[in-house]
């Protein structure tokens, strides 16, 4: 089992929808999770980061933290075609090393 | 205020040579991070540095493999006699503290 998983996709949603990305992980251990977007042939780029249970929004986004079920999310509101790319989600342990699942394809259609 | 530098952006090598990367993290950074990247993959934690200390180091982590960062400040990779299967990105990434990590360009790494 990986340590942090998600639903490679490709996930495709219309331009102005809500895209919702899952990820879970199991090292409970973890602290700190962050969701990085990137684009082809680019460097991980971060988006948002959340420490504690419940929401955290900013601008489009909203990250999602539920530690008890191991359950990370993240929604992009008003969905739009430069949002497309690859999404990443990353959980940051105990030592401080960080722990990457292979992404999700996001397709924003306009 | 620069970003993450990483140095050379593309290196194309025969298989049995010996290659470094270097690393230059954002300036006031303490902690610095490889990972290694494929295709269709996340990127693969390898090791990180705060200020010049190695803390932590990947068990998957070959010991063809070694990095450096001896004044705290930038930070070289070495892979010693490469592999086929050291073909990836090389990326490598900065902190402060407990701050998210910022990411390099990268250096992608060829073995013909």
């Known amino acids: 089992q990986k340590e942090v998983e998600q639903n490679s996709g490709p996930l495709s949603v219309p331009e102005g929808a809500i895209a919702s990305l899952n990820c879970t992980y199991s090292?409970?251990?973890?602290?700190?999770f962050f969701w990085y977007r990137q684009y082809s042939g680019k460097s991980p780029e971060l988006i948002m980061f959340?420490?504690?249970?419940g929401d955290k929004e900013d601008g489009r986004f909203t990250a999602q933290l539920n530690k008890a079920s191991q359950y990370v999310s993240l929604l992009i509101r008003d969905s739009q075609p430069s949002d497309s790319a690859t999404y990443l989600c990353?959980?940051?342990?105990?030592?401080?090393?960080?722990?990457f699942g292979a992404g999700t394809r996001l397709t924003v259609k306009p | 205020d620069t970003g993450v530098s990483q140095d050379p952006r593309h290196k194309i090598t025969k298989r049995g040579q010996n290659v470094t990367f270097r690393c230059d993290p954002i300036?006031?950074?303490?902690?610095l991070y490889w990972y290694r990247q494929t295709l269709g993959q996340g990127p693969e934690f390898l090791t990180y540095?705060?200020?010049?200390?190695?803390?932590?180091k990947s068990r998957l982590l070959s010991d063809r493999f070694s990095a450096e960062r001896p004044k705290g400040s930038f930070s070289t990779l070495e892979i010693q006699r490469t592999e086929q299967g050291d073909s990836a990105m090389y990326l490598c990434?900065?902190?402060?503290?407990?701050?998210?990590?910022?990411f390099g360009d990268g250096t992608r790494l060829s073995i013909l």
């Open positions: 540095f705060q200020n010049e200390a190695q803390l932590e």
């Open positions: 990434a900065s902190s402060s503290g407990e701050q998210p990590q910022h």
């Open positions: 959340i420490y504690s249970n």
């Open positions: 990353a959980a940051r342990r105990i030592n401080n090393d960080m722990r």
């Open positions: 300036s006031e950074h303490n902690r």
């Open positions: 090292d409970r251990g973890s602290q700190s």
